[in-house]
Nanobody, 124 residues
Framework: QVQLVESGGGLVQAGGSLRLSCAAS????????MGWFRQAPGKEREFVAS????????YYAESVKGRFTISRDNAKNTVYLQMNSLKPEDTAVYYC?????????????????WGQGTQVTVSS
C-alpha cells in the first residue's frame, strides 16, 4: 500500500482555477498509474483523469476534457490536477488514487490506494 495525501482544494467562483496536489509515500512512485476521481453529494464516485507511470499518456472524462490537466513529478512523488474554467457542477470531494501495477485506468475498482479527499466547491 502507498499513502496518499491530497491538498489544494477550496472555494472558488465559477470560471476560476484550482490546482490539486497529491503527495505519495514510497520509493516506487514512478511505477504507479495515478488517477483522480470525484464524488458529489448524493452521487456515485466518478473518474476525472488518469496518467501513466512516466506521464506519457493521460486520460480524461469527457466532462473535464479541455479544462483539467493531470500531470506528475516523479522526483517529488506528486501528481497534480490543474482545474481551469471551473463550473458549479465540478463541486465535489476529489480523491487521488494509485494503481500499483502501473495502469492508468478509468475504473475506480482497479486502484489499490486512495487518499482522504479534498473538497472543491465552485460557487455560481
Amino acid at each position: 500500500q502507498v499513502q496518499l495525501v491530497e491538498s489544494g482544494g477550496g472555494l472558488v467562483q465559477a470560471g476560476g482555477s484550482l490546482r490539486l496536489s497529491c503527495a505519495a509515500s514510497g520509493r516506487t512512485f514512478s511505477a504507479y498509474g495515478m488517477g483522480w476521481f470525484r464524488q458529489a453529494p448524493g452521487k456515485e464516485r466518478e473518474f476525472v483523469a488518469s496518467i501513466t507511470p512516466l506521464g506519457r499518456n493521460t486520460y480524461y472524462a469527457e466532462s473535464v476534457k479541455g479544462r483539467f490537466t493531470i500531470s506528475r513529478d516523479n522526483a517529488k512523488n506528486t501528481v497534480y490536477l490543474q482545474m481551469n474554467s471551473l463550473k458549479p457542477e465540478d463541486t465535489a470531494v476529489y480523491y487521488c488514487s494509485a494503481n500499483l501495477r502501473g495502469w492508468a485506468s478509468s475504473g475506480g475498482a482497479n486502484y489499490d490506494s486512495w487518499g482522504q479527499g479534498t473538497q472543491v466547491t465552485v460557487s455560481s
